[in-house]
């Protein structure tokens, strides 16, 4: 299915903090290195915990590491220009504990 194409909700961006923005970026990818991508979902009491210390909500705490969990939703699909055809391929393979399946491709 193709996303729908991604709109800036606003204009305003307090430019002040682009450093820390930049902070955060960094420690996503620390965080998903470390955990060999697999970060699972901290404890609810952890969370809890976090919430109170640093002022948040507990239920925006839980979207944010939510949304870390789908980081695989948010890779670029990869279309091909100038499309003519599906080309049937069905080939099946075991990965793991992953069984993937290729059914068709589109043909340019």
């Known amino acids: 299915m193709k996303r729908m194409p991604f709109e800036r909700p606003t204009e305003h961006y307090d430019t002040r903090i682009m450093d820390i923005d930049e902070k955060i970026c960094e420690l996503i990818k620390q965080r998903k290195d470390i955990s060999g991508n697999n970060p699972g979902f901290p404890p609810l009491e952890q969370i809890s915990k976090w919430a109170a210390d640093f002022e948040l ?41 992953y069984f993937y399946t290729l059914t068709s491709m589109r043909g340019i």
């Open 57 to 97: 909500y507990e239920d925006f705490l839980k979207a944010i590491f939510g949304s870390l969990l789908s980081e695989e939703h948010f890779k670029p699909l990869i279309e091909p220009s100038g499309f003519r055809q599906h080309i049937p391929v069905l080939q099946s393979i075991e990965q793991g504990e």
